[in-house]
C-alpha cells in the first residue's frame, strides 16, 4: 500500500471573491455555488465530473443543493485550516480511488452579514464544555486573545519585539499593494502598527486579521486526469496535519505549534526542503502566528523568527516571499481564510499572478492555521517540472 | 474582589461543571483550590476528565493545590468595552507549583501581569456561593 501521496493528485481549478470594500454582492449557497462554477470552469470540468465533496460546515447540505450524489464526503471542520485538510484527504481519497474530482468549497461574508442584520451572535453550547468552564469566565477576546498570550510568551522566551511583528504587517501589506483585489494597498511602517490602537497586549490593530467577505473554492483531481485538462496542474507533492489542542489553555507549548509536525511531515513526503520553496502561504490571522510558521516550517530556528523577518524578507523583492496575495492581514479574512491560500499557491505556480507573480515559482506551500493555533494542516504543491 | 477590571463588568458567564469537574468548583465555596490528580501518572489532570489524558487511567483522586504558580503567558485587554468590561485587565495562563495550567485574570493593576511573576490564587464571589479562582501577585514568593 502507497505510504505517499506525492504525485497522485493536482488542483486544477480554483476560484475565489473578495472586494476592495470589504463585501460582497451575493452570500450562502448562492455564493459557494458560484464558486464552484467558477472553478469547475477554470479546470475545463463540468458539476457532472465532481464525485466528491468537501465542505467545512455540512458537505451532505451543500452537495444536496447542487443536486450532486457525491461518492467521497467530507464535512471535517478544523476552523481555518480545514481546507487544507480537505486537500489532504481529497488526494487520499483520489490515491484510493474513492473519488476522482473532488471540490472543496468556502463562503463567509460577516462583513455584509453585519450590515443587513444577517444571522446571530454566538450562541453558548449547551450542557458543560472545557472552553465555557475554564476559558470564558476570563473575558479572554477571541480570536485575538490566544494569539495575544502567544506572542507574549515568545517575546518572553525569545526577546521578540513588537517591532519585528510590525514588519510581517509591512511586508504583507507591500504584497497587497500589487494585488488590485486587496482590502487595503497603501504602503504601512512599522511605525504605523506600533501606533494603532492596542488591542489584546503585545497585539495591535495592525497585528491583526481582516474581517471581511469571501470565498473560495478548489476542484482537484487524478494526476493523470490532471495532464488531460487544459490549464497547468499544481500537483500535490506532500499533505500533513496535526493539532495538539482545542482551547489555548490546553496547547503545551503556547511558542511552538502543531506546524512543527505537520510542517517536516507534509516536505518529507514531498522531498523537499525549507530552501526549495518559491513561496509560503502560511496562515496570517496575527502577525505572530505567520512568525510561528516560519520557526515551526523549519525557515528558520525556533525563536529566530523575529531576527528572521527583519529587512523585507517575505516582502516583494525579498528571499522568501510569503502571503503574496497581501494575506489576512490585508487581502482578505473571512474567518476561515485557509482556502485563499490554497487559490494563491496554485495561482502563483501558473504564473497568473500579474505584478506580484514570484519569477519561477516551482513549489508552494499552503499551510494552514486552525481554531487558536490548534489545528495546523501543511500542503505542498508544485509544477509539473517537481514531479 | 477586584473593585476595576473584569469584575466591575456584567456578571461573568461561567459554564456550567461537567460531572468530572464538579468537586472542583465545591471546593471553591470554601475558597479551597483542589487538582485531579491521577494517581499512575502522579501528576495533575486539568481539566477534570473521566480517565487520565496521559495513560487513560481512571485512578483519579482530588488533591489541595498550594495556589503558588508563576505567569506563564499574559495579555492586556485594551478594548474592554469589546467584552463587556468598563477598565483593561488582565487575562494570564498560570502555571501552578504542582504542574497545572490555569487560565485566571489578575486581579489589580493589569500592567504588572508579566510573563515570569509569582502569583498565587485569590477568589471572586460568584452569585451561587461558589468562587471564581483569579490570581494576584505574591511579593513574598518574588
Known amino acids: 500500500m502507497s505510504r505517499t501521496l506525492r504525485g497522485a493528485a493536482a488542483i486544477v481549478g480554483v476560484a475565489d471573491d473578495c472586494s476592495p470594500t470589504g463585501e460582497l454582492e451575493d452570500h450562502g449557497r448562492a455564493l459557494e455555488a458560484r464558486m464552484v462554477r467558477e472553478a469547475l470552469a477554470d479546470a475545463g470540468l463540468d458539476l457532472a465530473d465532481v464525485d466528491g465533496v468537501c465542505h467545512a460546515q455540512s458537505a451532505m447540505g451543500f452537495a444536496e443543493y447542487l443536486g450532486i450524489h457525491p461518492r467521497f464526503t467530507d464535512s471535517t471542520n478544523t476552523g481555518g485550516s480545514s481546507f487544507e485538510v480537505h486537500a489532504e484527504h481529497a488526494a487520499a481519497a483520489i490515491a484510493a480511488g474513492l473519488a476522482e474530482v473532488v471540490v472543496s468549497v468556502y463562503a463567509a461574508t460577516p462583513r455584509s452579514d453585519r450590515r443587513a442584520g444577517r444571522g446571530g451572535g454566538r450562541v453558548p453550547p449547551a450542557g458543560p464544555n472545557p472552553s465555557a468552564e475554564w476559558e470564558w469566565p476570563y473575558r479572554l477576546r477571541m480570536p485575538m486573545g490566544p494569539y495575544a498570550l502567544a506572542a507574549s510568551r515568545h517575546m518572553h522566551e525569545f526577546g521578540t519585539t513588537s517591532e519585528q511583528l510590525a514588519e510581517i504587517a509591512v511586508s504583507t501589506r507591500a504584497w497587497a499593494a500589487l494585488n488590485p483585489k486587496a482590502r487595503f494597498r497603501d504602503p504601512i511602517s512599522v511605525d504605523d502598527v506600533l501606533s494603532s490602537p492596542m488591542q489584546c497586549s503585545p497585539l495591535h490593530l495592525l497585528d491583526c486579521c481582516l474581517v471581511t467577505d469571501g470565498a473560495g473554492a478548489f476542484v482537484m ?154 489545528c495546523m494542516s501543511t500542503l505542498v504543491l508544485g509544477t509539473e517540472a517537481t514531479l | 474582589m477586584s473593585a476595576t477590571g473584569p469584575a466591575a463588568g456584567p456578571p461573568r458567564m461561567v459554564g456550567p461543571a461537567s460531572p468530572e469537574s464538579a468537586p472542583f468548583w465545591e471546593a471553591t465555596r470554601e475558597r479551597r483550590l ?89 477568589w471572586e464571589p460568584l452569585e451561587d456561593g461558589r468562587h471564581l479562582p483569579l490570581f494576584e501577585l505574591d511579593k513574598e514568593a518574588g
Open chain 1, 221 to 374: 483531481t487524478s494526476a493523470e486526469r490532471a495532464r488531460s485538462l487544459r490549464a497547468p496542474a499544481a500537483y500535490v507533492l506532500g499533505a500533513a496535519t496535526c493539532h495538539d489542542h482545542m482551547i489555548v489553555s490546553q496547547m503545551p507549548d503556547l511558542t511552538t505549534t502543531p506546524g512543527a509536525v505537520s510542517g517536516p511531515a507534509a516536505f518529507s513526503m514531498a522531498g523537499v526542503k525549507p530552501d526549495d520553496v518559491s513561496l509560503l502561504m502560511g496562515y496570517d490571522s496575527f502577525t505572530i502566528t505567520a512568525l510561528l510558521h516560519l520557526e515551526d516550517l523549519g525557515f528558520c530556528e525556533k525563536g529566530e523568527g523575529g531576527p528572521f523577518v527583519a529587512e523585507g524578507r517575505t516582502a516583494p523583492g525579498g528571499a522568501l516571499p510569503m502571503n503574496t496575495n497581501g494575506g489576512g492581514l490585508s487581502y482578505t479574512h473571512p474567518g476561515m481564510y485557509g482556502m485563499f491560500l490554497i487559490v494563491e499557491a496554485v495561482r502563483q505556480l501558473r504564473g497568473e499572478c500579474g505584478e506580484r507573480q514570484v519569477d519561477g515559482a516551482e513549489i508552494a506551500v499552503a499551510h494552514g492555521s486552525g481554531m487558536v493555533l490548534s
Open chain 2, 34 to 122: 483542589v487538582l485531579q490528580w491521577c494517581r499512575e501518572c502522579d501528576r495533575p489532570v486539568q481539566y477534570p476528565r473521566a480517565v487520565c489524558p496521559r495513560c487513560m487511567g481512571s485512578a483519579l483522586e482530588w488533591r489541595e493545590a498550594s495556589g503558588a504558580g508563576r505567569i506563564y503567558a499574559a495579555t492586556v485587554e485594551h478594548r474592554p468595552e469589546t467584552m463587556g468590561a468598563s477598565e483593561p485587565y488582565a487575562v494570564v495562563l498560570v502555571d501552578l507549583a504542582e504542574g497545572a495550567r490555569l487560565m485566571g485574570n489578575l486581579a489589580g493593576d493589569p500592567a504588572a501581569a508579566r510573563v515570569g511573576a509569582s502569583v498565587r490564587v485569590t
